[in-house]
């Protein structure tokens, strides 16, 4: 079974960081490009960042640019995402999805999501 | 960066009738050079992550039912749902993945009449 299971969510402080983790099965995950996307409470989709099969690609929201950073582990069939300088408006779900191709493509699996809140 | 927008905002629909959600975005994701559009179709259920449904802007997913269809090219999609079932009351997302930032449409709410 093709499965994204997402962690490292939590409540932290604006200005602090988290590191988020996406463990993929049931795939070849090196085959593949990644993606986070978000969701703020009662809110649409954000697409936060995407990385191609090899890591030789990468993109940014202007949202997350600088701050974000993208990375994978393909021998550990890892994803993750370090978010830098959080701020509230950072607070979301936030889903790790598997692309339809080595490169930026549509989401055709999609983890449960991990919550991320930034509050003093 | 790539625009999306959706209409309506919201419909309700009676279960077995038809559902028609429009797309339209900024500028073209119609990339010539293979003739796809880069668009695709989410389904999101009340406290579940989005599934795919569509993408090149009218392929169906795998497993996806046919009651499903997507249609458009350039800036005007449409996704149709032929006959509303009662699992089909969600929002509806389509987006644009012609190029980085992928973006997505402000999310069209379906529910029943």
């Known amino acids: 079974e093709v499965q994204l299971v997402e962690s490292g969510g939590g409540l932290v402080q604006p200005g602090r960081s988290l590191r988020l983790s996406c463990a993929a099965s049931g795939f070849t995950f090196n085959d593949y490009a990644m993606h986070w996307v978000r969701q703020a409470p009662g809110k649409g989709l954000e697409w936060v960042s995407g990385?191609?099969?090899?890591?030789?690609?990468?993109d940014y929201a202007d949202s997350v640019k600088g701050r974000f950073n993208i990375s994978r582990d393909n021998a550990k069939n890892s994803l993750y995402l370090q978010m830098n300088s959080l701020r509230a408006e950072d607070s979301a779900l936030y889903y790790c999805a598997k692309d339809y191709s080595s490169s930026s493509n549509a989401f055709d699996v999609w983890g449960q999501g991990t919550m991320v809140t930034v509050s003093s | 960066d790539i625009v999306m927008t959706q209409s309506p905002d919201s419909l309700a629909v009676s279960l077995g009738e038809r559902a028609t959600i429009n797309c339209r975005s900024s500028?073209?994701?119609?990339?010539?050079?293979?003739?796809?559009?880069?668009l695709a179709w989410y389904r999101q259920k009340p406290g579940q992550p989005p599934e795919l449904l569509i993408y090149?802007?009218?392929t169906r997913e795998s497993g996806v039912p046919d009651r499903f269809s997507g249609s458009g090219s350039g800036t005007d999609f449409t996704l149709t749902i032929s006959s509303l079932q009662a699992e089909d009351v969600a929002v509806y997302y389509c987006?644009?993945?012609?190029?980085?930032?992928?973006?997505f449409g402000p999310g069209t709410k379906v529910d029943l009449k």
């Open positions: 990385i191609n099969w090899n890591s030789g690609s990468i």
């Open positions: 987006q644009q993945y012609y190029i980085a930032p992928l973006t």
């Open positions: 500028r073209s994701v119609l990339y010539r050079s293979n003739n796809k559009n880069y």
């Open positions: 090149w802007a009218s």
